[in-house]
T-cell receptor, first 109, second 116 residues
Framework: GQNIDQPTEMTATEGAIVQINCTYQTSGFNGLFWYQQHAGEAPTFLSYNVLDGLEEKGRFSSFLSRSKGYSYLLLKELQMKDSASYLCAVGSGNTPLVFGKGTRLSVIA | EAGVAQSPRYKIIEKRQSVAFWCNPISGHATLYWYQQILGQGPKLLIQFQNNGVVDDSQLPKDRFSAERLKGVDSTLKIQPAKLEDSAVYLC??????????????FGEGSRLTVL
């Protein structure tokens, strides 16, 4: 089975940087995904890591350490519209993505 | 490019009634998923189809839930009879990759079910 752990809630200030951590335990690791989900909307894809290291995409970056079973999503220059839930998901073996419970981020002025 | 379409967006029923949800994936996507998302939690997989075959339905409560994907395109998810704990958003997603290839998922807007 898989176990994915991420903080339930975080609060950060507009313009600041926030890091959302995700730890996982799985076998046959294929990759780690981050999705963004605004309240009442569907999840949308943000990033995908399959190798160790940092993947940068504009204001968002995602890091992976396979040996530690650890990833983080880094959001820079926070904007109010970044208030959402951020879902960490793991792909392993021949199973579909398994999602964590999500981290609800509130960006305040 | 049209996204994943789902209907209805909202449904309210009483316990023990039945309900059906419909999903039309992105054109050409062979893999289709149904996820259940309870408020405050992440999506939980119910069933995965590859074309019109079931790949994984290990977490589908088969005594009350059923799903089909005739002709390998549209899919329906049915709940009969519904229980209070089935209140959730039912998300349909599709991907271009096969079951052994974990690819990006494209989600529909979901069908929100309330069971009274």
């Amino acid at each position: 089975g898989q176990n994915i752990d991420q903080p339930t809630e975080m609060t950060a200030t507009e313009g600041a940087i926030v890091q959302i951590n995700c730890t996982y335990q799985t076998s046959g690791f294929n990759g780690l995904f981050w999705y963004q989900q605004h309240a009442g909307e569907a999840p949308t894809f943000l990033s995908y890591n399959v190798l160790d290291g940092l993947e940068e995409k504009g204001r968002f970056s995602s890091f992976l350490s396979r040996s530690k079973g650890y990833s983080y999503l880094l959001l820079k220059e926070l904007q109010m519209k970044d208030s959402a839930s951020y879902l960490c998901a793991v792909g392993s073996g021949n199973t579909p993505l398994v999602f964590g419970k999500g981290t609800r981020l509130s960006v305040i002025a | 490019e049209a996204g994943v379409a789902q209907s209805p967006r909202y449904k309210i029923i009483e316990k023990r009634q039945s309900v059906a949800f419909w999903c039309n994936p992105i054109s050409g996507h062979a893999t289709l998923y149904w996820y259940q998302q309870i408020l405050g939690q992440g999506p939980k997989l119910l069933i995965q189809f590859q074309n019109n075959g079931v790949v994984d339905d290990s977490q589908l409560p088969k005594d009350r839930f059923s799903a089909e994907r005739l002709k390998g395109v549209d899919s329906t998810l049915k709940i009969q009879p519904a229980k209070l704990e089935d209140s959730a958003v039912y998300l349909c997603a599709s991907s271009a990759g096969g079951p052994l290839l974990t690819g990006e998922l494209f989600f529909g807007e979901g069908s929100r079910l309330t069971v009274l």
